[in-house]
């Protein structure tokens, strides 16, 4: 079963869409919650469906990694105070790359003009403030 409604994603973006999204969402079943893995696969799912696709070049784990830290930057999720709570070093060892990567959360930042507590990529659980 698809990680997301087909719809949403074009076909030629599938196969890549559905890689990612294991990752977040392996990601999210481990070390954070039900919230940030819906969050991540909808951010997936915009940037799929933009022409062209960020996520056509590059790595696979590059991609779920730069989304997980721009969900997790949008949540605070660095701030000890916060629950659930990950250090970036430590989310980018979980998706399974180094800290340094992180030209794929500019790009994903940049392209949806992110901001912190975006309400479009706020966790539903998220009361923090800056």
Request: aromatic fraction near 6%.
């Given at each position: 079963?698809?990680?997301?409604?087909?719809?949403?994603?074009?076909?030629?973006?599938?196969?890549?869409?559905?890689?990612?999204?294991?990752?977040?969402?392996?990601?999210?079943a481990?070390?954070?919650?039900?919230?940030?893995?819906?969050?991540?696969?909808?951010?997936?799912?915009?940037l799929?469906?933009?022409?062209?696709?960020?996520?056509?070049?590059?790595?696979?784990?590059?991609?779920?990694?730069?989304?997980?830290?721009?969900?997790?930057?949008?949540?605070?999720?660095t701030?000890?105070?916060?629950?659930?709570?990950?250090?970036?070093?430590?989310?980018?060892?979980?998706?399974?790359?180094?800290?340094?990567?992180?030209?794929?959360?500019?790009?994903?930042?940049?392209?949806?003009?992110?901001?912190?507590?975006?309400?479009?990529?706020?966790?539903?659980?998220?009361?923090?403030?800056?």
């Open positions: 079963m698809s990680a997301s409604d087909p719809q949403h994603v074009p076909s030629r973006m599938r196969e890549r869409f559905d890689e990612i999204v294991a990752v977040t969402d392996a990601v999210a481990r070390h954070l919650d039900a919230d940030y893995a819906a969050l991540c696969r909808r951010m997936a799912e915009v799929a469906r933009r022409r062209p696709s960020p996520l056509e070049r590059g790595e696979v784990w590059t991609w779920a990694a730069g989304i997980l830290h721009a969900v997790g930057w949008v949540n605070f999720l701030d000890p105070s916060q629950q659930p709570h990950m250090t970036a070093a430590a989310l980018a060892a979980a998706a399974g790359v180094g800290q340094s990567t992180a030209a794929a959360f500019r790009t994903i930042r940049d392209a949806l003009d992110l901001v912190r507590l975006d309400p479009a990529w706020t966790c539903a659980g998220s009361s923090s403030t800056p």
